[in-house]
């Protein structure tokens, strides 16, 4: 199989496989007293501090989650409860149209019960947030901003130190998914300026239901679960010490690697553009040209005219994983919001292939898309003219 999906999850490392298996081979509950749970709490505490260092943060800064989508609704609406709680009159939530679903929806969510006015920021037709409507979007009455470090439709890198000038001259905290930022960019809690930050195991080589929040010491968090009261009471439930552990192994060895994969990855990624230039030239290769705004792995193409499910599925059938980009519900795929933010119609952002590779892509992985691609537009149009 030739495997074109790594920013919807990548192979697991082996060094997170192990450290997975060797923590769940003892049998303890972290929060247990005993000999068996202090030897399971150590674990965790051991990724913690790893996770720490790898991201710029200290130790007590990390909220170990379920995940990214888990983090980002922990800061979304446990911040923005916060910052109401503390003041009545913040009470208007920022974030940028590209935002994942994880982000969207809470932040949506929030606004339709009445509980946040809600901005969204717009962005250029590279997909990056304008940066001049900043100064008139985040006012003394914003409760946060969410700004993505890098979009993960796209892969354009968000101008993130914009973002913290303007909302840090207002006191306003700023969150950031960075998810799909981790694998590819330099990222550091402190050195970033944003108060809290989200990260997801499986984009780096750890296992899928695994991530953090990291969140500077006095954000006011408003817990979303509430139990056990572990995790200062932020984030009760029973601590997945296997999954720390590997969460860890993946992030340092991904951290490790980021300069030289970098490099790597961006030369596999020119190689797949100048071809698919060549063979399939009625599709737009989208976002950021300079490569130093965009993630190295992401190829976003709009193929007008190519319905998005179609393309998927013929190149399925021809052994390729690739994706959409956007939501997919029982096998139709959903107008990209990010397409439309972008300025392409619905009708486009329906039409749309995202390419992203990753640890184990090599050229015979670009070749073989590019010599299955032009078929597969070819059938796809034609069966969305019949
Ligand atoms: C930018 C971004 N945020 C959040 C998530 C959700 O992370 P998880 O799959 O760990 O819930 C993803 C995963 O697709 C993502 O790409």
Redesign the pocket.
């Known amino acids: 199989m030739t495997y074109l999906d790594h920013?919807?999850?990548t192979a697991l490392r082996p060094a997170a496989r192990e450290a997975w298996l060797a923590a769940a081979e003892e049998t303890g509950n972290p929060s247990s007293l005993h000999a068996a749970g202090r030897r399971a709490r150590a674990v965790v505490e051991d990724a913690r501090e790893r996770i720490a260092a790898a991201l710029g943060a200290d130790a007590p800064e990390v909220i170990l989650t379920?995940?990214?989508?888990?983090?980002?609704n922990l800061a979304i609406k446990g911040l923005h409860w916060g910052r109401v709680a503390e003041d009545g009159a913040r009470r208007r939530l920022v974030v940028s149209e590209v935002?994942?679903?994880?982000?969207l929806d809470p932040a949506r969510w929030l606004a339709d019960r009445g509980d946040a006015s809600l901005a969204e920021l717009p962005v250029d037709p590279a997909g990056r947030v304008d940066t001049t409507v900043l100064a008139d979007a985040i006012t003394s009455e914003t409760s946060l901003v969410s700004v993505?470090w890098?979009?993960?439709e796209v892969g354009t890198v968000q101008p993130l130190a914009e973002v913290v000038a303007a909302a840090s001259a207002l006191g306003v905290p700023v969150h950031t998914?960075a998810?799909?930022a981790v694998a590819h960019l330099d990222v550091h809690l402190h050195r970033s300026g944003v108060d809290a930050l989200?990260v997801?195991?499986?984009?780096v080589g750890g296992p899928?239901?695994?991530?953090a929040l990291l969140a500077r010491r006095g954000l006011p968090l408003v817990p979303l679960a509430h139990g056990g009261g572990q995790q200062r009471s932020v984030r009760s439930g029973t601590l997945d010490a296997p999954g720390a552990a590997a969460f860890a192994a993946a992030l340092e060895d991904a951290v490790a690697e980021r300069v030289a994969e970098r490099a790597r990855l961006e030369a596999l990624r020119s190689r797949l553009v100048e071809r698919l230039r060549a063979v399939a030239p009625e599709a737009t290769v989208t976002g950021p040209r300079d490569p130093a705004h965009r993630a190295p792995g992401i190829v976003h193409l709009v193929i007008p005219g190519a319905r998005a499910e179609s393309v998927l599925f013929l190149l399925d059938a021809a052994g390729i994983a690739a994706s959409s980009g956007s939501a997919c519900t029982a096998g139709v795929v959903q107008s990209s919001h990010v397409a439309m933010a972008m300025g392409w119609s619905a009708d486009d952002a329906a039409c749309t292939l995202r390419l992203s590779l990753g640890r184990t892509s090599t050229a015979a992985d670009a070749d073989a898309l590019v010599a299955a691609l032009p078929d597969a537009i070819a059938r796809a149009k034609a069966a969305a003219s019949r």
């Open positions: 920013a919807a999850t379920s995940g990214g989508t888990e983090a980002d935002e994942h679903h994880a982000v993505m890098v979009n993960n998914d998810v799909q989200t997801s195991a499986h984009k899928v239901g695994v991530g």
